[in-house]
């Protein structure tokens, strides 16, 4: 098993920054996994945000939030990263981090065998 703990959501306002982070626990061996980045905004469905592969060499993003978030990842830490700049007010939600066992990147939620229990990020106009 694997726990997943995000932080670093909170309140902010349009054209700012926020740097999530999503701490790996338990049973595994955190450069083996994939990781990614979801969102869920009020009242809609989940959705991905950005993904990046076990050593940290591939990421990819959504449209809508490429060239204002970046993906990274410190192994040694077993911790994953969102950097979240120029921040609109649709890009409130809940964010949660997943982990994927296969190691490569994916973007599906179903493909993804660990969650996180999310972080809010609200941008206020």
């Known amino acids: 098993q694997v726990q997943l703990v995000e932080s670093g959501g909170g309140l902010v306002q349009a054209g700012g920054s926020l740097r999530l982070s999503c701490a790996a626990s338990?049973?595994?061996?955190?450069?083996?996994?994939?990781m990614g980045w979801f969102r869920q905004p009020p009242g809609k469905e989940r959705e991905f945000a950005a993904a990046i592969s076990m050593n940290g060499g591939d990421t990819a993003y959504a449209d809508s939030v490429k060239g204002r978030f970046t993906i990274s990842r410190d192994n040694a830490k077993n911790t994953v990263y969102l950097q979240m700049n120029s921040l609109k007010p649709e890009d409130t939600a809940i964010y949660f981090c997943a982990a994927d066992r296969q190691g490569v990147i994916v973007t599906m939620i179903h493909e993804y065998d660990y969650w996180g229990q999310g972080t809010q990020v609200t941008v206020s106009s």
């Open positions: 338990g049973r595994t061996i955190f450069s083996t996994y994939a």
